[in-house]
């Protein structure tokens, strides 16, 4: 075989291969599509983490949709963190969900008793409404969510009582450096 048809050949392998890893990650993420998933909260890490076990006693970490709320370290964090408690811990919760983020977690609306947990850490102060991946969602909690961070924030309700809340977005950034 000619040097020049092994390049090729292997070319070929390669983008078989990243063709077959798309299709792969593609169809993970389709067969996620639009879960509704009931439990129990058994856990909480902050203000927009959670864990939720199911009826199969299968635990999903759970991360709250539309929402970015104060980490540990930050002031509020933990604040935000005994918010999300005291809505869901020991409640009976449905997640409902769409898409898994990079780290497997499930990106989903957690209702507990009808009540959007998500909305609710929002309208207290706990956390921003998420823009960077506002287009996710329905346009109903989109506009639910921005009005309840404004409100927020003009009433200087949780966070918003600092005068100038570091976003956690940034927060995280700033660590990395």
Known sequence: MKMTQLKHLNSNRLILWVLIGFTFAYSI????????????????????????????NTQHKIRLAGI???????????HCKKSLSDLAYDRD?????????????????VLVDGQDVNLEQ???????????????????DR??????????RASKVGLWADNDPVPPWDWRKAGRK
């Not at 009931?38 to 983490?49: A, L, Q, R, S, Y």
């Not at 309208?123 to 346009?139: A, F, S, T, V």
């Open 143 to 152: 506009l639910s969510y921005n009005a309840a961070e404004e409100s927020a």
């Open 93 to 109: 919760a449905t997640v409902e969900s769409s898409k898994l983020d990079r780290y497997g977690r499930v990106i989903g609306k």
């Open 68 to 78: 970015d709320s104060p980490e540990k370290g930050q002031p509020f964090g933990q």
């Open 122 to 140: 929002v309208r207290r102060g706990c956390g921003w409404h998420y823009k960077k991946y506002q287009n996710e969602q329905p346009l109903d």
């Open 29 to 56: 993420s389709q067969a996620w599509a639009d879960q509704v998933i009931p439990g129990k909260v058994v856990g909480i890490t902050d203000g927009d983490t959670l864990t939720l076990l199911d009826a199969t």
